[in-house]
């Protein structure tokens, strides 16, 4: 369960283009970069990895000195660890993890109702991970340090921004009274949260609604992790609603609604803090992080792309805790919108491309604000006889493999975007599952490390390179594809064409999604999902929807049913 706080939304309606409020440039050339990203939170720094990693020369402005130490988010998931290890920061995450736990939900007097232990994931990863934030934003910050091309500088508030017909310009002020700077950019990437500064200066609405009931928050380091609470968990008790989640480390964190009448003030207080967790804990014998009042949103901006102007994470989208998604959908975000922007300002591809971004994450943001919605509206209740019903529901539903494994939760698939739209295929839109793979060799490695950061012909015992021409071939090698043959354990491919990877799916996972989803070919994009299911005879057809859908223009060949 994480939380940002949203307090008042702070209206900044300016004129998109006006530099009225840059004040005195100085008469510095603008520093240069193909993308300047706002902010270095979790997202801002995941977007700044995967952009280095494309060799994108990249600025990121952080108005906060250096990075913060109090921890916000919590908890993620298996399509999030993808993420990471597209990045190559999986290995430095993982044991900063906690992984494998369960959530469960506590009845009105207290007695577990429901474990929820989420199975069947197809990701190469377990399916819920609890983190403790600065440990995280470490991993990502010592990740951009990697790259030369890309700068990070601290302590810099962005004030202004003018947009012409060749880029941006970004003025930024270093600190309260320092001198005012210019930087020039092909794009800006406002990852800047849920009060976000160039959101307003773009003047893009911020819509949605408000909860009403606020929480207080506290963050603690133990003594020594709790022994009876090993699991996330929802305490409905109706007399004080509340969540108790064990983070990595002797770190933990409670939650509590505010009751009507309380004062915000007065019960934030640490006295308060630590009278509210004795039920727990020793209160003397603990140190307590943080103590504060949070109000939970469900808002989204009306638009996602301003010009060259691009919102992400939580200054596109606020949604409530209950479920954790807030972080994960914002680096969701990072994923999507990084291998666009580097095909764009790097490989020729149409700024329409750039589109796609929220035509594919925004609805899938919506369906995880719906649950997280759903999951406050069941831990929130204040009602007995509301509660006691809904404990009843919940009892019978310990015994659903739907809820008990987690399959409620939205699977990462798109419905339109920047892929085969025809129809022809079903598994175009969706996430490529990740099993373990044995290659020649006998190695064990998972998919995606064999896939690499870009994109990915994998063929169902078949070579894709065999069966392409040679133009079509020319397109995805320039591109840096990779080609894969995936067999069945035992049947391995004879040898393949040079450059092409023969591997066996010990787990199943990719041979199930050709069963489930036809075709002989899945094209997958830098951010794993399918671009293409074709048969051997579509195969070629897909380097001119390549052409059409990224780089904006038809191929003349182009006289097939993946033509959109």
């Not at 017909?165 to 930087?183: F, I, L, N, P, Y």
Request: aromatic share 8%.
């Amino acid at each position: 369960m994480s939380a940002g706080p949203l307090q008042g939304e702070q209206s900044m309606r300016m004129k998109a283009q006006t530099e009225s409020n840059a004040g005195a440039v100085t008469d510095d050339d603008p520093e240069d970069a193909d993308v300047v990203i706002v902010g270095c939170g979790p997202v801002g720094a995941m977007v700044a990895n995967l952009l280095g990693q494309a060799g994108v020369r990249t600025i990121v402005l952080e108005r906060d000195a250096k990075p913060l130490t109090m921890p916000r988010a919590g908890a993620t998931d298996d399509e999030v660890l993808r993420v990471f290890q597209a990045a190559g920061l999986v290995d430095q995450l993982l044991p900063v993890l906690d992984l494998g736990q369960s959530t469960q939900f506590l009845s009105v007097r207290g007695d577990r109702l429901v474990t929820m232990r989420p199975s069947g994931g197809r990701n190469g990863f377990p399916q819920l991970a609890f983190f403790y934030q600065p440990d995280l934003e470490r991993v990502l910050h010592e990740g951009v340090a990697r790259y030369p091309h890309v700068t990070v500088r601290m302590g810099v508030r962005v004030e202004g921004l003018h947009e012409d017909g060749d880029g941006v310009t970004v003025w930024a002020r270093e600190g309260d009274r320092g001198r005012q700077t210019a930087t020039r950019a092909r794009y800006v990437v406002a990852c800047d949260g849920g009060r976000s500064t160039v959101r307003g200066l773009r003047s893009i609405g911020f819509t949605g609604s408000t909860y009403a009931q606020p929480w207080l928050v506290v963050d603690a380091k133990l003594e020594a992790p709790l022994t009876d609470v090993t699991s996330f968990q929802f305490i409905g008790n109706p007399d004080r609603p509340g969540v108790t989640l064990p983070l990595p480390g002797t770190h933990h964190r409670w939650e509590f609604m505010v009751l009507p009448g309380e004062d915000h003030a007065e019960l934030a207080t640490e006295e308060n803090a630590r009278r509210l967790v004795s039920p727990w804990v020793d209160p003397d014998r603990i140190t307590i992080l943080r103590h504060i009042v949070y109000t939970f949103h469900a808002r989204a901006a009306t638009q996602w792309r301003s010009g060259r102007v691009l919102l992400a994470g939580d200054a596109a989208h606020l949604m409530p805790p209950f479920a954790g998604q807030g972080l994960s959908s914002g680096l969701r975000d990072a994923h999507n919108l990084a291998w666009k922007l580097a095909a764009v300002v790097a490989d020729g591809a149409d700024p329409s491309l750039l589109d796609s971004y929220e035509s594919e994450r925004r609805p899938h943001v919506t369906r995880m604000t719906r649950l997280t919605r759903f999951s406050g509206a069941m831990v929130q209740t204040r009602r007995r006889r509301v509660a006691t019903i809904r404990d009843a529901l919940l009892k019978r539903a310990a015994h659903l493999p739907y809820f008990t494994e987690g399959r409620f939760k939205p699977d990462l698939r798109y419905s339109c975007g920047a892929f085969d739209g025809s129809g022809r295929r079903a598994g175009a839109g969706h996430a490529f599952p990740q099993p373990t793979v044995r290659t020649s060799e006998g190695q064990l490695r998972p998919l995606d490390d064999l896939i690499g950061s870009g994109w990915a012909l994998l063929g169902r015992d078949l070579d894709p390179q065999v069966h392409l021409r040679a133009e079509s071939r020319e397109l995805w090698t320039s591109l840096g594809a990779t080609y894969l043959s995936i067999s069945r354990p035992g049947h391995l491919r004879p040898p393949c064409e040079v450059g092409t990877v023969a591997v066996e799916d010990l787990d199943g996972y990719a041979l199930d999604f050709f069963d489930r989803h036809g075709g002989d070919f899945a094209i997958v994009r830098p951010d794993r999902i399918v671009f293409a299911m074709p048969d051997i005879r579509g195969l070629d057809r897909v380097a001119d929807l390549y052409r059409s859908l990224v780089r904006g223009h038809a191929h003349p060949s182009t006289r097939s049913p993946f033509t959109p």
